[in-house]
């Protein structure tokens, strides 16, 4: 298990804290809140797809269209799914 950065969020769905984590900065187990994102993590994380473990939405990490932050989650699901 190596060094990583976390970027919080909070489930769209359900308000549930969802912690995603990033190996693109400098890696010294930094925590984020989803308005102050580095850009490299940003960039790295931009597209990732997680689940809520409270609701079981499957959800994805997105940005505004030109700007890096904040970055927020979308739904993509709920229930049962397959990637």
């Not at 900065?25 to 308005?35: A, I, Q």
């Not at 994805?60 to 700007?67: A, H, M, R, T």
Request: with cysteine; charged share 25%; hydrophobic share 35%.
């Amino acid at each position: 298990m190596g060094s990583f950065d976390t970027v919080n969020f909070y489930c769209p769905a359900c308000g549930s804290s969802i912690h995603v984590q990033s190996k693109a900065d400098e890696c010294r187990m930094k925590e984020y809140d989803r308005s102050e994102v580095p850009s490299r993590i940003a960039v790295d994380l931009y597209g990732e797809k997680v689940t809520c473990f409270a609701c079981n939405a499957l959800l994805e990490v997105s940005n505004n269209i030109g700007k890096f932050i904040p970055m927020y989650l979308n739904v993509i699901t709920f229930g049962d799914y397959d990637e």
